[in-house]
């Protein structure tokens, strides 16, 4: 029987924190990247403690989850606290190579929510969450090959990531334009120019639209990766080709499932 690890389910370079820096700012970071856990690392990578957002939750009086809307002096309490402060100290991990049923048992027995995965130098690899490890126990069940293809989604993420960021920036640059040009004053005889401006307006507004239509289909494939579904096919668990997910982000069927879906 082929022995399924770590390595095959967990979701790899994971974001991490610093020590040093604010518990508010490692609050926006699991808020924005929809994570319930952030691996803190040294300055060499060197896994030293994993900040939760229940461990925010016990440090301030007041409600945290990943939906709260903190006001300003909630989050001036965070900003006081550093994220060493905060995490569990010395967590326990996983190598990419332990065994995924031993994995399992650690998350279980040690009541925690994720694994750090780390190689022989304690350096941080990967993480393995408690839905990662669910996934896994699904795809198990259904008697389905591990069907993650970690490294190849790992490299498509890379790619998301990189293309959200440069979307959001283009969006905003986009709707700095707009307002820029709204907010002139028109003044008498200025109508050519206010015709230019809603002209030039006209033609930003459906490259926004576009651009605003992949950030949302990049975030909905984004969400299903934390949830370790990107790329596996809704309807047959099967895998969606990469070329596929790079082109639909959000896709949740497989080429031959999306035709019979339609047909
Ligand atoms: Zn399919």
């Not at 820096?21 to 990247?33: H, W």
């Not at 403690?49 to 229940?54: A, H, K, M, Q």
């Not at 795809?139 to 790619?159: G, W």
């Not at 002209?199 to 639209?209: D, F, K, M, R």
Request: with cysteine; net charge negative.
């Amino acid at each position: 029987m082929v022995v399924v690890q770590v390595r095959d389910w967990m979701t790899y370079k994971p974001i991490a924190g610093d020590e040093d820096a604010a518990a508010v700012e490692a609050f926006d970071t699991m808020v924005e990247r929809g994570i319930r856990h952030l691996p803190v690392v040294d300055p060499g990578n060197h896994v030293i403690g994993v900040l939760s957002i229940d461990d925010l939750r016990a440090a301030v009086p007041f409600e945290v989850t990943r939906e709260t809307r903190l006001d300003s002096s909630e989050r001036d309490q965070l900003r006081g606290i550093r994220v060493s402060d905060a995490m569990t100290w010395a967590p326990v991990t996983a190598h990419p190579e332990t065994a995924l049923d031993h994995a399992a048992r650690l998350l279980a027995d040690n009541r925690i929510g994720c694994l750090p995965v780390v190689d022989t130098r304690g350096q941080l690899v990967g993480i393995l969450s408690e839905t990662d490890a669910l996934s896994a126990l699904d795809a198990i069940l259904r008697n389905v090959a591990p069907a993650k293809p970690a490294d190849d989604v790992d490299n498509l993420l890379d790619e998301l990531w990189a293309e959200r960021g440069r979307l959001v920036e283009q969006i905003a640059k986009w709707q700095q334009t707009e307002r820029a040009l709204l907010d002139e004053a028109p003044e008498p005889g200025d109508l050519a120019d206010r015709a230019a401006d809603l002209g030039a307006i006209a033609a930003i507004e459906p490259l926004s639209a576009r651009a605003q239509r992949r950030l949302r289909a990049i975030d909905l494939a984004l969400e299903r990766a934390e949830q370790g579904r990107l790329g596996i096919c809704e309807r047959c668990q099967g895998r969606i080709p990469r070329t596929r997910l790079r082109a639909i982000p959000e896709s949740t069927l497989c080429v031959r499932c999306a035709r019979t879906a339609v047909a």
